[in-house]
């Protein structure tokens, strides 16, 4: 039903995306063309929940944007992940508009998800400063030309976070309703990625004044380049927690919260930035549907490396394959007076390395 439940969101919030990229986006006529779309969209799919389908019908300008935003965490994942056997890919289809669906509660499903609830953050923090959302603007809080207890004033548009995580909040988690461990685990990912966002928003200022001389300044805040907060989640990643359900005096043995496995203290719960998962993570050497792992025959790999990169690691001691290819470009090339340039054309010989 869930599976179900994200294809279905997923086609349709593709199909809002190829609808809104082109040049309706930048006009005015999106949202009437949206809404009046959405509206007929919305009650045709099924299974959605219907806190998304409440989302999906009052908010179609937001929904653009969190497709955007989806977008937008899968590639910062598929970047970060370019070197290791995992590379943000999954067995199912509609990774590109749900985030990367996992079959196991891994690191890999929890990095995802928080990759995922940052990105549409993100986005609709972004559509807010620039104007294309109808509810949200710039921080009202830092209002142009107030004066800061630090001697400086608040200038531009600050970036106002508290739409973004709101949204991303609703609509991310409504999937999220069951009362189980995954589920648990699923909203703490969550929302550390929304964490990740608001705790790397940075504050950028302007100098005024004689020459540059600052005695006047004004600031605002603004969004990090995405790029930060997937450093920030891959730390999170490499140091992510593994937790079980905590269960007491509860007939229906509902988990009421996540508390770390092993620790030294009893009944640890993990921080609020933290990245925690239930299961140990395949070893994504070969494919196997089962546990989702695509396996890495193919995927190129580093000759000399010791790393994640190296052919070693990468193949998982199957070995590997040499390609050679002639790279050719144009080198010492001359002026001639007047007037030509006269190039040699250099080759080398270059191998390249896939995994068996
Ligand atoms: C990831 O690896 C898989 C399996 O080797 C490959 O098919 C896919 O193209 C890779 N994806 C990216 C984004 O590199
Ligand atoms: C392969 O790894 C070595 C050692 O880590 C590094 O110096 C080199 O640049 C890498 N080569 C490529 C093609 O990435
Ligand atoms: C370099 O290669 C180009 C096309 O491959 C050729 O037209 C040109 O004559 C070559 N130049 C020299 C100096 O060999």
């Known amino acids: 039903m869930l599976c179900f439940n994200r294809l279905a969101i997923g086609f349709w919030i593709s199909l809002i995306i190829n609808f809104g990229s082109g040049r309706l986006a930048e006009s005015g006529a999106l949202s009437s063309v949206v809404a009046l779309g959405a509206n007929i969209i919305c009650n045709k799919i099924p299974g959605l929940a219907p806190r998304q389908r409440a ?24 970047y970060q992940f370019r070197n290791m056997r995992w590379n943000c890919s999954s067995v199912s289809e509609d990774d590109s508009v ?6 196991r509660a ?9 990759i995922t609830s940052a990105g549409v953050v993100y986005a609709i923090t972004q559509a807010c400063s620039v104007g294309h959302l109808s509810k949200c ?7 142009e030309g ?20 709101k949204i991303a909040r609703k609509f991310i988690d409504a999937r999220e309703i069951e009362e189980n461990a995954k589920s648990l685990m699923n909203r703490h990912n969550n929302r550390a990625g929304r964490k990740a966002v608001k705790d790397n928003m940075g504050t950028e200022c302007k100098c005024h ?27 999170k990643y490499n140091s992510a927690k593994l937790v079980k359900p905590w269960i007491s005096g509860d007939r229906l043995q509902r988990p009421k919260y996540l508390i770390i496995k092993k620790s030294k203290r009893p009944n640890r719960k993990p921080r609020r930035s933290d990245l925690v998962y239930l299961e140990r993570s395949p070893l994504y050497c070969d494919y196997d549907p089962e546990t989702g792992s695509l396996g890495t025959v193919g995927r190129k790999c580093n000759r000399t ?24 470009w144009q080198c010492n090339c001359r002026f001639h007076w007047c007037c030509y340039v006269n190039c040699n054309n250099c080759s080398e010989r270059r191998e390249e390395y896939t995994c068996k």
């Not at 990169?309 to 790279?327: E, F, I, K, V």
Request: hydrophobic letters at 25%.
């Open 55 to 78: 989302i999906c019908r009052s908010r179609p300008d937001a929904i653009v944007a969190i497709g955007e935003g989806v977008k937008l965490g899968i590639a910062e994942c598929q």
């Open 98 to 103: 749900f985030g990367v669906q996992h079959k």
């Open 106 to 114: 891994s690191k890999e499903s929890a990095f995802s998800s928080a």
């Open 137 to 143: 603007g710039c921080d009202t809080s830092k209002m």
């Open 146 to 165: 107030k004066y800061t207890s630090k001697g400086w004033k608040w200038g531009g548009c600050s970036a106002d976070i508290k739409h973004g995580l």
């Open 209 to 235: 004044g004689v020459s540059g001389s600052c005695t006047m300044k004004t600031c605002w805040t603004r969004l990090p380049p995405f790029r930060k907060i997937g450093e920030h989640l891959l730390n």
């Open 305 to 328: 490396s010791t790393g994640n990169d190296g052919c070693d690691l990468m193949c998982c001691g199957r070995g590997y394959n040499t390609h050679q290819y002639t790279r050719t």
